[in-house]
């Protein structure tokens, strides 16, 4: 089980960074799906959240101890490259051996990393139909993930709208796709 969170985490990873690779330099400004970001902030925020992988898994830090080493504009003059990095050491971390039976220490709590990295993986999910849209790329998302992803908050859809973090769900029509409906249940109108 273990393996396929990793190869779940690693395939998340493919798929936002193919779209970020396609970010035109004019498309950086270009609005998204998620109110008041833009595709820079798109792309920041999830950079970031992998920044912070490898000291709360690897190196066994809390939030406090990391401390604001990961704030401000991280992405620079080469965001493709930042976001490579970022990716590339955040597999790392939770591919090592024994990585995903340790805890990690989160701003929330006590987690297992394991459901970290199934955390992660549903925001890249999630996010990656997000840019794609604000870049005017290719909307289908691995549906192997989106299967995976779907089947873990369906049947706390309603509860992710009380979370403060999304938007209420938007009804989909009878017989909608697995993506139309995680997109959906995420508050954003596919």
């Known amino acids: 089980m273990a393996e396929d969170v990793v190869e779940l985490f690693r395939r998340s990873l493919d798929e936002f960074g193919k779209r970020v690779h396609a970010v035109r330099p004019d498309q950086w ?6 109110a008041e970001w833009e595709v820079r902030n798109l792309v920041t925020h999830l950079a970031v959240e992998l920044l912070w992988v490898p000291p709360l898994v690897a190196d066994g830090l809390t939030v406090a101890e990391v401390g604001d080493r990961f704030g401000g504009d991280r992405l620079g003059a080469d965001p493709v ?5 970022a990716a590339a050491g955040a597999l790392a971390a939770f591919a090592a051996p024994g990585a995903l039976d340790r805890t990690v220490h989160l701003s929330y709590g006590d987690r297992p990393a394991a459901e970290y990295a199934r955390e992660m993986v549903f925001d890249l999910v999630v996010h990656t139909w997000d840019l794609a849209r604000a870049i005017e790329a290719d909307e289908k998302i691995d549906p192997e993930l989106v299967e995976a992803v779907y089947a873990r908050i369906e049947p706390e859809v309603d509860s992710l709208a009380a979370s403060g973090m999304f938007d209420p769900p938007v009804p989909v029509p009878p017989g909608s796709d697995e993506q ?7 508050g954003r109108k596919p």
């Open 81 to 85: 490259g930042v976001w490579d990095a």
């Open 180 to 186: 139309t409906k995680l997109i959906a249940a995420t």
């Open 29 to 34: 400004g270009c609005p998204t799906p998620c």
